[in-house]
């Protein structure tokens, strides 16, 4: 005898739970009508019931509509995040309020007093392409364009709302024995075209440079790199480029004392590094790099610092041990500043000047739960105030404790100093330092969203003994933040 296919006993099933269920939605029908139950009431429990039974119905193949959302390969990045944000000391000043009748603030500018505080919303989307893989070429690793802009609303200090518009390249590929590699950050901000006003005497550096990231600019950096590798040694072509378009409008001191003007500057170096492998993952590196710094000139003022500048660079990188990466180079910069002329001045003590350049990132990762970075820099630079250059140097330190799947905590130190001692307008004498102290802790709720809240303090100070109202330098600022990151 001929059997029936086993689908034929499913579909038997199927038609007898529909009997069942119909059974029973008509039984609830009738009951909600003598009792006059409003529609809406009797649409809910039809809905419930009907949910209810699909639980016990046969299981049927998903049609092409309800399949989920999967990003193509050429899409890397797409994401949204949320953070709001209470800021104490949102210009990080000293300044109290009653030097304020001394000044006179901008139309449309304003006074950078120390009693400003803020709610301040940020919200960044993120949008990346990879299309690497379009190209279909071994030789072509990544080819990466990103969109990552922050929209920040300062509720209580309008002036220092801004948008910033980022966009992100990152290229890179390899043979056998060459590889190269170019990464690119632009920004357009968005924001005040005024500069701030701080009455009283100078205010720290990193016042300064903290509202100046919130004001209109267009800011880029590049880094392009080739190598080429032989068993026992690699030569590495080398650029670098910082600019920086200050769109801030530009007045006279004399007509609006204490308010800030930024001056536009770039650096841009090359050179060549050339490298001795002790074994496949660590190397010996000597470098020379030859660059040129700018600084505007005002015309209201004769001075200004560009410079010429040569490097000697010796350093190692690469892995000492499986769980240490380090690269660092150190070297003298040979410093050649622009001499004196009818219509310009360079304010500095020695126009051909040696100092030092240094660069350092150290990762450790001191179990499979706890990661130790270190970071550092030293340089001399030109002021975004337009005088004097100023030798600036970065220490920065971070744990990572993985305490979890899930939770993440983050420590940071880190140590800033401005030292405009090169420079000779005794008005500019000083070294100005700030500390920063942070804690965070981060949850992944799924892969699709994770959840933040940090702390950090910043701590403004003044290394000099000889400087006018040295208070007027000094600040406290604290933020507190919470956020969210939704990844699609």
């Known amino acids: 005898m001929r059997q029936c296919p086993a689908s034929n006993d499913a579909d038997n099933e199927g038609k007898r739970l529909g009997k069942e269920k119909r059974q029973v939605l008509a039984k609830i029908i009738m009951k909600q009508k003598s009792h006059s139950y409003s529609k809406l009431t009797l649409l809910v429990l039809v809905a419930s019931t009907s949910i209810a039974f699909a639980d016990q119905a046969p299981n049927l193949p998903a049609s092409p509509e309800s399949t989920s959302f999967k990003k193509p390969a050429w899409l890397a990045d797409l994401s949204l995040g949320i953070k709001e944000s209470y800021d104490d000391n949102v210009y990080l000043s000293g300044v109290d309020r009653k030097d304020l009748p001394k000044y006179k603030v901008p139309a449309g500018g304003v006074a950078a007093l120390n009693d400003r505080s803020s709610w301040v919303t940020t919200v960044s989307p993120k949008i990346g392409f990879n299309f690497a893989p ?4 071994k030789y072509l690793e990544q080819f990466t364009l990103a969109y990552a802009p922050d929209f920040v609303i300062y509720h209580d200090q309008s002036t220092e709302s801004y948008n910033a518009n980022r966009f992100l390249t990152a290229i890179k590929g390899s043979d056998k024995w060459f590889s190269y590699a170019l990464d ?21 550096a990193y016042v300064q440079s903290t509202v100046r ?3 209109e600019q267009i800011q880029d950096r590049a880094k392009l790199s080739f190598r080429f590798d032989t068993d026992h040694w690699f030569f590495r072509p080398i650029a670098f480029l910082t600019y920086y378009d200050l769109m801030t409008a530009i007045i006279d001191p004399s007509k609006a004392g204490g308010y800030y003007n930024y001056a536009d500057r770039y650096d841009v170096n090359g050179g060549l590094d050339v490298g001795y492998k002790l074994n496949k993952q660590f190397a010996f590196t000597l470098g020379y790099r030859y660059g040129h710094q700018y600084q505007q000139q005002f015309s209201f003022s004769p001075d200004s610092s560009p410079s010429d500048y040569q490097r000697v660079l010796v350093g190692f990188e690469g892995k000492i041990f499986p769980w240490l990466k380090m690269d660092f180079q150190i070297g003298p910069d040979f410093r050649s500043y622009a001499k004196d002329t009818a219509t310009h001045v360079t304010p500095v003590n020695d126009n051909d000047l040696v100092t030092y350049y240094g660069e350092a990132n150290v990762v450790a990762d001191l179990s499979s739960k706890d990661t130790l970075s270190f970071k550092y820099k030293q340089f001399q630079w030109v002021s975004s105030t337009g005088k004097v250059p100023y030798f600036d140097s970065t220490y920065d330190l971070s744990y990572h404790r993985k305490v979890t799947e899930k939770l993440g905590l983050d420590l940071g130190a880190r140590i800033l100093s401005s030292d405009y001692n090169s420079g000779n307008l005794p008005t500019c004498k000083r070294d100005d330092i700030q500390y920063t102290f942070s804690l965070g802790l981060g949850y992944a709720i799924s892969s699709h969203c994770s959840v ?3 702390y950090a303090t910043d701590l403004g100070r ?3 003994d000889n400087v006018t109202k040295p208070g007027n330098r000094e600040f406290i600022r604290n933020v507190i933040s919470l956020g969210a990151v939704f990844k699609f």
Request: include cysteine; hydrophobic fraction near 25%; aromatic fraction near 12%.
């Open 213 to 215: 990231e919130r004001r």
């Open 452 to 454: 933040s809240a940090s």
């Open 134 to 137: 379009l190209f279909d070429t």
């Open 462 to 464: 003044n290394a000099e």
């Open 184 to 204: 690119n950050a632009f920004n357009y901000i968005d924001g005040s075209d005024k500069g701030p006003t701080y009455p009283g005497s100078l205010c720290s």
